[in-house]
Structures are given as structure tokens and as C-alpha cells.
């Protein structure tokens, strides 16, 4: 490190995903001195069901990139369907306002959305180096006070700034050289992806279909229908399982697209590149997120939803966090751990219900007979369809369905 590059930057962020790009763009437009370290050179791809949910639309809408989103080759979503184990299915809108201003979700391949986010943080004048990966940390005593990294002409070099945001991913390097635990395999759900043409028999509303079949449960089968007649089609299943039934995922996704229930779908679909895998680190255990002059946001600090498999917006809403907590850091001079515990504080308290209610949804898919129910009663019944997409939209109806009530109403009505 050069004595030209001390004190030159207020904050290091390590990935430029969702997490990371978020977190460096509200730093730069609030006048800090960012730089964003990326492995890979945009546009690039990432492994993910490209399912960009109402809460990553709120956080995009506050960032000022809403419309260009929806000018990207994306398709709005307006609801899901749900299948049974027996075959049953139920369809649902996300919203029951029809037709609102603001688009309830999104399909966007990664390529597309996450390039999107890294243009926004180089239009805040935050400063971006890709083919720069980051490989190891920089420490006075317990405090991160930098990062080493490798250049894109493969030399070492390092830079300082009093505080380092992790926002490395599933296979995050910051979270290793912290020593916090990796891979917990009963909080972590391996998942893979791969991207068709011409599957057919879609919603007319683009809704995202979720299927819970035997094979998969208590992970399930998803098709996403894509801008361009494309489509994500994959499987998460948790790890703990794969290991433990000695499943091999690629051919359980071969399976599925040419002999279940769902292969006459596949009848005239091609297949536009290899499947691939990559990993989901739950929120059923989330990390440590903040210590003396380091903060984890997104999968780094194990923040996906344990039932959905959603975790962009979790890691946009963590990087929004994040970026307030460094700039009252700049203004207290404290980059303390006491200080920034304040930021998983803050991530906790509006992320740990939620969290905890995906988790128990999770549990629940170990019931088949409640589901195989609850699908079965639900395609049957306009009102409960309706009570379920209210659920969409509002934290406090969905965590009725943890009631034994609502399942018990719902069974005899
Ligand atoms: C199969 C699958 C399906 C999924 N489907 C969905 C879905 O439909 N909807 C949803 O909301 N979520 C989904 N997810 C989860 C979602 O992909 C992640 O939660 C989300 O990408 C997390 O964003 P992030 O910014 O934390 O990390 P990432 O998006 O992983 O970004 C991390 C960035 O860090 C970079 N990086 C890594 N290591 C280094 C290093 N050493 N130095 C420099 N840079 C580095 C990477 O190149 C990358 O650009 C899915 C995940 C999987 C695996």
C-alpha cells in the first residue's frame, strides 16, 4: 500500500451484486469515498431463479431504478402458482389491486438486472475495479482496517479504509478470513439453474410457478416464465438432504423436464445452456454482520429466505442499511464494533420475523398431507386464494399461515 492511498476511500466494498452495488451507490450519493471490488467483469452472469420479488422493487424505486428495470428485457410477474405433490394447482396474484402502477415483481435475467445496479454505482462516482478479487483482509490487532487483492494483471496488492463491507456472496472470502462459520448444512440449500426456450402452458400474467413435488420436497421444482418466450427453469433442496438421500440435483432436473407430471411443458422447449449450480446460505442462520471496522450485507451474512429461496431483497435492503450505519460511522469517527452492531441490530429488527416465518414454512413442507390440503382446498376456493394474496402484500396477514387456526378454518371450511 502506497502512502498516496491512505485515507483515500471511506469504505471498501468487496462484490458488486445487489448487496454490494446497493450498499456502494447510496454511500457515493451521500458524498463518501466508496470503492468496489469485483472478481468478475460485467455483464455477468449469476446462478438464481432471476425472480426479483415486491421487496427488491421497493428498494430499486428508492435507488431511482424502477423504469430502467422495466426497459430491461424483463417481464413483469403478477402472481404465483402453486402446485401439490398430488397435482393439484392454485394460481394467485401478488396483488389484488389489478393492474397498479407499480409492478408487484419481475423476471430479469442477472446478466441484465445486476448490470443495471453496477451502472447506477458507477454513475454515483463510486470507484469500480473488476477482474479484482479480493484475498484476504488487512488487520491491526482484531480490527479489519483493509483488503489484499489480485489485479487484473495478477499482482498483489492492497488498499485500507476503516471500514470493509463483505458483500462476497455464498462463497464469501471476507466471511471466511472473519473465521465465521461457512456451510451449515441445515441452513443451507443448494440449488440449480437452467435456462430453456419455448417451455409451454404458462399464465397469461407471467405468474412465477412454484411446484412442490415428492421428489424435491421440502425444497420444490420452480419455472419462471422470461422476457423472449425464455424461461428459468431449477430446484433447491436443502443440503442436509441432498447429502443424506445421496441425490445427484442434475439429474433429479432432468427428471422433471422430461418424465413428471411436467414434461409435456418440455415437449418442444430447448435447452439454451449447460444447468448450474450454485449455493443458498439461509436466514434460518444468519451470520455475525458487523465487528470492529467489517460489516457482512446480503448472502455473505446468510440471509436468504429459508422457504422462498428469495434473497436479492434481502441483500439490497441489508446494503441500504449498511450504507446508513457507515455514513453515521464517518460522522462519529467510530468504526468500532459496539458502533456498527448497531447495523445488524437495525437488519435484524426488520428482517428476523420474517426470517423466523420462512423457517417455519420450511418445516411445514415436511407435511405432505397439509399441503396436498391446503392446495386442494385453496384452488377450490376464491376466497381463500384472495386471503392468500392479501398475505403477499402484508407481513402481519402472512404470519397467520404458521397458525394452526388459519389451517384448521381452512381445512373445515
Ligand atoms: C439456484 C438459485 C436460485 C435463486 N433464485 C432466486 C430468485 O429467484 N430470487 C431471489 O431473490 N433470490 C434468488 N436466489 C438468491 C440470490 O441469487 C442471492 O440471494 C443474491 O444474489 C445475493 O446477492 P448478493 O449481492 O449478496 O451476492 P451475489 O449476487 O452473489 O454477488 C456477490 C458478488 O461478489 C463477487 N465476489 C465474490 N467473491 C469475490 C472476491 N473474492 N473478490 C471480489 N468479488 C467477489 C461475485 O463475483 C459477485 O458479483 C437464488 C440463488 C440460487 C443459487
Known amino acids: 500500500m502506497g502512502n498516496d492511498q491512505k485515507d483515500r476511500y471511506d469504505a471498501i466494498v468487496v462484490g458488486a451484486g445487489p448487496g454490494g452495488c446497493t450498499a456502494a451507490t447510496l454511500m457515493a450519493r451521500s458524498g463518501l469515498r466508496v470503492v468496489l471490488l469485483e472478481k468478475e467483469r460485467f455483464p455477468r452472469d449469476k446462478i438464481c431463479g432471476d425472480a426479483i420479488s415486491g421487496k427488491s422493487v421497493g428498494v430499486l424505486k428508492e435507488l431511482g431504478l424502477l423504469e430502467k428495470t422495466e426497459q430491461a428485457e424483463s417481464i413483469v410477474s403478477w402472481g404465483a402458482t402453486f402446485s401439490s405433490p398430488r397435482g393439484d394447482e392454485v394460481s394467485i396474484p401478488f396483488t389484488n389491486v389489478l393492474d397498479r402502477p407499480t409492478p408487484p415483481g419481475f423476471v430479469c435475467a442477472r446478466t441484465e438486472f445486476d448490470e443495471i445496479l453496477f451502472d447506477a454505482a458507477v454513475d454515483s462516482g463510486v470507484e469500480v475495479r473488476q477482474d479484482t478479487r479480493v484475498t484476504g483482509l488487512l488487520r491491526n490487532g482484531q480490527t479489519v482496517i483493509g483488503v489484499s487483492m489480485s489485479t487484473p494483471d495478477n499482482r498483489e496488492e492492497s488498499i485500507d479504509a476503516p471500514v470493509t463491507i463483505g458483500a462476497d456472496g455464498a462463497y464469501s472470502v471476507v466471511s471466511r478470513e472473519l473465521g465465521i462459520n461457512q456451510l451449515d448444512e441445515r441452513h443451507y440449500v443448494a440449488g440449480i439453474r437452467a435456462y430453456y426456450r419455448n417451455v409451454s402452458g404458462f399464465h397469461e400474467r407471467n405468474y412465477i410457478e412454484i411446484h412442490f413435488v415428492d421428489e424435491v420436497l421440502p425444497g420444490y421444482f420452480w419455472i419462471f416464465p422470461m422476457a423472449n418466450g425464455g424461461a428459468n427453469v431449477g430446484l433447491g433442496m436443502l443440503s442436509s438432504l441432498i447429502k443424506k438421500k445421496n441425490i445427484r440435483l442434475k439429474e433429479l432436473l432432468e427428471h422433471m423436464t422430461k418424465r413428471s407430471r411436467f414434461a409435456h411443458r418440455f415437449e418442444h422447449a430447448e435447452k439454451l445452456a449447460p444447468t448450474k449450480g450454485w449455493g443458498l446460505p439461509l436466514g434460518s442462520r444468519p451470520r455475525p454482520m458487523a465487528g470492529d471496522g467489517w460489516m457482512l450485507v446480503g448472502d455473505a451474512a446468510s440471509l436468504i429466505d429459508p422457504f422462498t429461496g428469495e434473497g436479492i431483497g434481502n441483500a439490497m435492503v441489508s446494503g441500504m442499511k449498511a450504507a446508513e450505519w457507515v455514513s453515521r460511522a464517518v460522522s462519529e469517527r467510530d468504526f468500532s464494533k459496539s ?26 413442507l415436511n407435511w405432505k398431507w397439509l399441503l396436498n390440503q391446503v392446495i386442494a382446498k385453496a384452488s377450490r376456493s376464491p376466497d381463500m386464494s384472495r386471503a392468500i394474496s392479501y398475505m403477499f402484500e402484508d407481513m402481519s396477514e402472512r404470519e397467520k399461515l404458521v397458525s394452526p387456526l388459519f389451517y384448521l378454518r381452512l381445512l373445515f371450511a
Do not use: A, C, H
Open 339 to 364: 458502533f456498527l452492531s448497531g447495523y445488524q441490530d437495525d437488519v435484524l429488527g426488520q428482517l428476523k420475523s420474517e426470517l423466523r416465518l420462512g423457517q417455519n414454512m420450511q418445516r411445514l
